[in-house]
């Protein structure tokens, strides 16, 4: 229960776009603030985006404008839109639940940026 499920990365030009999505168990999405966290080599993992559960949204000053997160409740899952991509977003994308009672992870999914 509370496993999370990343998928949609790959590998694009400068100025394409993903779309990253994450499935989680209703019993965890509910309750829980949804972020998209990333982690390039080398470098500490980053907050890049979240939402909580009433949708309110916050993003980091590096994605402000090009990335938009939102979720669909019904599918209790939570979608990461990435425009505009730049090689500096390469990294593995995770996503993450927080709630007062658990933090969960997903394993992951790379998102490569490259001319």
């Known amino acids: 229960q509370g496993q999370l499920v990343e998928s949609g990365g790959g590998l694009v030009q400068p100025g394409e776009s993903l779309r990253l999505s994450c499935a989680a168990s209703r019993s965890i999405f509910s309750i829980s603030t949804m972020g998209w966290y990333r982690q390039a080599p080398g470098k500490q993992r980053e907050l890049v985006a979240r939402i909580t559960s009433g949708g309110i949204t916050g993003y980091a000053d590096s994605v402000t404008g090009r990335f938009t997160i939102s979720r669909d409740n019904a599918k209790n899952t939570v979608y990461l839109q990435m425009d505009s991509l730049k090689p500096e977003d390469t990294a593995v994308y995770y996503c993450?639940?927080?709630?007062?009672?658990?933090?969960?992870w997903g394993q992951g999914t790379q998102v490569t940026v490259s001319s």
């Open positions: 993450n639940a927080n709630s007062a009672f658990r933090a969960s």
